[in-house]
């Protein structure tokens, strides 16, 4: 439990003091040469090309952070066989983004210089790394925090199976947690169903073996013992 809690702690430290800042200053170059770019072929004063250019990537940004938040949810409402959120518009979002920020900065890098020259080529590079390598990071960075949050999860079960606490107390416990929001539309899973009843047969198997759940577990678990002492 205690290695649960580290790994949670460590998981937050490395996308938190890690990657997050990698990618917030590549972020920053890729806004400098953005506003250049923006100024350069629209004529626009300086303080709409500044926003412009700070709005393309704060919407990035604020993209992988709906991927990220509704990927988790779309991972548990599946589990309980439930439809998941549509997420084309914000990937959709993400490519176009990434792609203008690539043409914006292969401006930014190579007006001045000689067309295919070495320097040329290597400007190109560059130009073409920054927004995957923004895209990477902050992949790598929600990836982080979204496994300390599993981390904490399996903790938290493993503690509530070590302590003997009964099955109905957790289910509530869980429930005030917030794991029943999973619900949508007021469709739950339903418990007679032969895919329910087997897997709630794993997942009883699994506290009978001392096993920890994982979070989609744990939902599924809440949700078919409330609905089934209802």
Known sequence: MKNLHSKASLARWIGGAGTGPAGLFLLFVSIVHQFAAVEHYTHSVQSISVAMAIAIDWGFVSTEGVLWYFGLRNIHLRACGQKGIGLFWAWAYLVVAMLFSAAMNFWGFTHDLQPFSQDWWVSSALAV??????????????????????????????????????????????????????LTNGKAPDPTSKRSQRRLEEIQRTLAEGGSLTVAQQELYNLLQVKAAA
């Open 129 to 182: 790394f920054i927004p995957f390598g923004v895209f990477c990071l902050s992949k790598l960075t929600t990836l982080c925090f979204a496994h300390a949050d599993i981390f904490d999860a399996e903790a938290q079960s493993t503690e509530q199976v070590a302590s003997g606490q009964p099955e109905r107390r957790r289910a509530v416990a869980m429930a005030e947690a917030g794991t029943a929001n999973v």
